[in-house]
């Protein structure tokens, strides 16, 4: 009996004990998990938007009904050739890296959240685990950083892989210590990467957008740590995506790559026939021939397309018919920097009172509102309180209340002055549950009107101080306003 009873405890610690370290190592997993998320870690790939329709699709090899790709792409060979090497690349055992180049607003963005994410990418790879980061100059610091291009990376391939995680734990014991992504030196940070690479349980693919995003100083780190991991992980497969910069020309350029804006004209046509093709006889010659004008001026870039489409469609609503949208077409700049210049000066020089008031918009935007604090970007209520003095006021006075429905009009006050304002180049988005915020159409309009951007001729914004404080709501900092000053463009 006593020999039983013994049998029964001894039976019963061993379940406790296998219970209790079952639940530390998930506990362990779980923080390790935990200490590589910040906030903002997938805002940048939720903004960009979908490709449209089957744009992208050539990528795959020619599509049936598709006229210009059936005979194998008699439209012009430098797309077949660039079909024929991105699969090769994808299905053989060659070289590890792919470069996606692309100038400004070609659609990059949009093009690797098509790879990343279409099953026929997958297929073409094989057995293997995709994924994806979309670095963001524009965003907070960690996601213009080679720290939270890691740590993005990592969570993935760690995230319920609790076998993955003990190997990272046993492999670095000091990771247990950390708790947040600002915990991790960088080489524990590339030294964890690289063990779950090279350990993970099917090869890893990775599809890395906007490389020339990642804070300058740091874009060196950034290609060495893409090397490193292509010649250290068995199997690995990068895709990576950048402007054609001088660094990354040197580095990339004798590697399989495509120049995206050399093989969207098919992709533009379609676009722009989907947008402007409801309001318009499609069968129209000259319908056709705006379509082709398009075309030919956007020298493949899709941003250059979509603010066009938009000049187009407000034409369209004032009963302009098709050659005087062509007229249109033709008035508008074919580079994207003279493109903006022209869309402020249009808004602008009619209603000269607007200058102020949007140039004012555009600093709160560029700067953040308080550049020296750690957010990176103002909120749309930022904004209305700097707008508007006496919501400033009342959030200053004790014991001050305000109905919500005096909150709910400024905001949409500054809502409709930010679209009124901007000319189009700024725009309200929000992700998840984070405050909405004003931003920039693209990192290429932001450059634009930002301080270190070249001044195109004759243009220049007042920002004309109104008076009053600036209020930084999260921490409660009561900021004297800024002299007036001038905004380059």
């Given amino acids: 009996m006593t020999s039983e009873a013994a049998k029964t405890r001894t039976e019963i610690t061993r379940k406790i004990q296998e219970t209790t370290t079952a639940q530390a190592s998930e506990a362990e997993h779980q923080q390790l998990i935990d200490s590589l998320q910040y906030e903002t870690q997938n805002e940048r790939r939720n903004q960009i938007v979908d490709s449209y329709g089957e744009t992208f699709g050539w990528i795959f090899g020619p599509r049936p009904g598709h006229p210009s790709e059936e005979n194998g792409f008699t439209e012009g060979s430098i797309r077949a050739q660039s079909s024929e090497s991105f699969l090769r690349w994808l299905r053989s055992d060659g070289p590890s890296l792919y470069w996606i180049s692309g100038k400004a607003g070609s659609g990059k963005s949009t093009f690797m959240k098509f790879l990343a994410n279409d099953q026929r990418t997958k297929a073409a790879l094989g057995n293997c685990t995709i994924v994806s980061h979309f670095v963001w100059m524009a965003g907070h610091q960690m996601q213009r950083s080679t720290q939270g291009l890691i740590c993005s990376i990592l969570r993935q391939l760690l995230q319920g892989d609790r076998g993955l995680s003990a190997w990272v734990l046993d492999t670095i014991p000091v990771v247990r210590c950390f708790r947040f ?24 693919s990775l599809f890395l957008d906007g490389l020339d995003e990642v804070a300058q100083e740091e874009q060196s780190r950034a290609l060495d740590l893409v090397e490193k991991l292509c010649s250290r992980v068995p199997g690995i497969r990068v895709c990576l995506s950048s402007r054609p910069e001088q660094i990354f020309q040197r580095r990339l350029s004798a590697g399989p790559t495509l120049r995206l804006q050399d093989l969207t004209r098919d992709d533009i ?30 020298d493949g870039v899709f941003l250059w397309v979509a603010l066009a489409v938009k000049s187009l469609k407000r034409g369209s609503e004032d009963d302009n018919t098709v050659h005087e949208l062509r007229q249109r077409l033709d008035a508008l700049p074919k580079d994207l920097h003279r493109l903006y210049e022209s869309m402020w000066h249009r808004l602008n020089d009619d209603e000269p009172i607007y200058r102020v008031d949007g140039a004012q918009l555009l600093n709160y935007v560029l700067d953040g509102l308080l550049p020296r604090l750690w957010l990176s970007n103002c909120s749309l209520l930022q904004v209305m309180l700097a707008r508007e003095s006496h919501m400033r006021r009342r959030i200053l006075e004790e014991n001050h209340t305000s109905s919500a429905e005096e909150w709910i009009a400024c905001i949409k006050k500054t809502t409709k002055a930010l679209e009124a304002r901007s000319a189009g180049l700024l725009e309200i988005t929000t992700d998840y549950d984070q405050e909405p915020c004003p931003r920039f159409i693209h990192r290429s309009a932001k450059e634009f009107f930002g301080k270190h951007a070249p001044r195109p001729a004759n243009t220049q914004l007042r920002c004309v101080n109104r008076g009053g404080p600036h209020i930084q709501v999260e921490v409660g900092i009561d900021c004297s306003s800024t002299p007036e000053r001038d905004v380059p463009t």
């Fill in 269 to 298: 046509r379609q676009y722009a026939h989907g947008a402007l093709g409801g309001a318009f006889n499609e069968e129209d010659p000259e319908f056709r021939h705006l379509v082709e004008q398009i075309c030919d001026n956007s």
């Fill in 181 to 204: 992504p600002g915990d991790w030196p960088a080489q524990d940070l590339e030294a964890a990467l690289l063990v779950a690479m090279t350990e993970h349980r099917t090869p890893v």
